[in-house]
């Protein structure tokens, strides 16, 4: 078992950055691939991005690619979300997720936080 806690969340105006973190604990966290999804009102769950278990391996999302980075300490068990430039429409809840596949696709993700929100004003 892995147990993932987002922190971070909250307001933000656009243009400016806000930085997710993501503590995980159980399991051999470097194990696994992270990623971040995001879930807006009425939307389904969308992946954001992901990161191998060395960290030298990363993908994103067409929408998020150039604003936002993310990054991980195996050493800290956690996963980080920079989110520079953010718009309004990224607003969403934030989950992150651990998962034994490079994958975009929600069903690959075995273990799962609570989520944190992230609102951008404009």
């Known amino acids: 078992q892995v147990q993932l806690v987002e922190s971070g969340g909250g307001l933000v105006q656009a243009g400016g950055s806000l930085r997710l973190s993501c503590e995980a604990s159980?399991?051999?966290?470097?194990?696994?691939?992270m990623g971040w999804f995001r879930q807006a009102p009425g939307k389904e769950r969308e992946f954001v991005a992901l990161i191998n278990w060395s960290g030298l391996y990363t993908a994103y999302a067409v929408t998020v690619k150039g604003r936002f980075t993310i990054s991980r300490d195996n050493a800290k068990n956690t996963v980080y979300l920079q989110m520079n430039s953010p718009k309004p429409e990224d607003t969403a809840v934030y989950y992150c997720a651990a998962g034994r596949y490079d994958s975009s696709r929600v069903s690959q993700y075995d273990y799962w936080g609570q989520g944190t929100q992230v609102t951008v004003s404009s």
């Open positions: 159980g399991r051999s966290f470097s194990n696994y691939f």
